[in-house]
Antibody, heavy 117, light 109 residues
Framework: QVTLRESGPALVKPTQTLTLTCTFS??????????VSWIRQPPGKALEWLAL???????YYSTSLKTRLAISKDTSKNQVVLTMTDMDPVDTGTYFC?????????WGQGTLVTVSS | EIVLTQSPGTLSLSPGERATLSCRAS???????IAWYQQKPGQAPRLLIY???TRATGIPDRFSGSGSGTDFTLTITRLEPEDFAVYFC??????????FGQGTKLEIK
């Protein structure tokens, strides 16, 4: 059974760095063909793909956000970490992690992050 | 960078009717790399269709996808009450790796 769960702060201040952790089970990121992505969704708005890390430690980022994002993995802990620097109120939204190289077949429940002073 | 434009923004239909949702790409893409998701309030999206026309595991056959080039369609025949949700299309494999459309809200008329 594949599960993913996001964890991290619910509230961050503008200019701070956000660190989110995705803890997963039911698959291994050391297995050929496996990837984890982060996707976010502002309240009432569309999905926005942020970053992806694959089994070979290759990393891919959103064109518009790549200067602010970093994704990493800890295979032994079955975790993927996303950091986003210089947070702004427009970054408020639900952040999801998903098992996703191409399509996202399993998702976490999402974690709401509010950026406010 | 490929931009996906979904239409209409909101579609109002009654249970039992047929829904046709559109996703238009800003340039021609391979249908292999188009997917559709359903999202209900407070939930994560659910994968419905990949490769433009292949249903994901457990998806009822009233959901179907089609299209090629720049125009793709998600069709839901005989709407059930649980089908009223927001639907997103996705393109994958390009640069950036993934792009989503802005969504179509399917609401009960």
């Amino acid at each position: 059974q594949v599960t993913l769960r996001e964890s991290g702060p619910a509230l961050v201040k503008p200019t701070q760095t956000l660190t989110l952790t995705c803890t997963f089970s039911g698959f291994s990121l050391s297995t050929n063909g496996m990837c984890v992505s982060w996707i976010r969704q502002p309240p009432g708005k569309a999905l926005e793909w942020l970053a992806l890390i694959d089994w070979d430690d290759d990393k891919y980022y959103s064109t518009s956000l790549k200067t602010r994002l970093a994704i990493s993995k800890d295979t032994s802990k079955n975790q993927v970490v996303l950091t986003m620097t210089d947070m702004d109120p427009v970054d408020t939204g639900t952040y999801f992690c998903a098992r996703m190289c191409a399509t996202a077949d399993y998702w976490g429940q999402g974690t709401l992050v509010t950026v406010s002073s | 960078e490929i931009v996906l434009t979904q239409s209409p923004g909101t579609l109002s239909l009654s249970p039992g009717e047929r829904a046709t949702l559109s996703c238009r790409a800003s340039q021609s893409v391979s249908s292999v790399y188009i997917a559709w998701y359903q999202q209900k309030p407070g939930q994560a999206p659910r994968l419905l269709i990949y490769g433009a026309s292949t249903r994901a595991t457990g998806i009822p056959d009233r959901f179907s996808g089609s299209g090629s080039g720049t125009d793709f369609t998600l069709t839901i025949t005989r709407l059930e009450p649980e089908d009223f949700a927001v639907y997103f299309c996705q393109h994958y494999g390009g640069s950036p790796r993934n792009t989503f459309g802005q969504g179509t809200k399917l609401e009960i008329k």
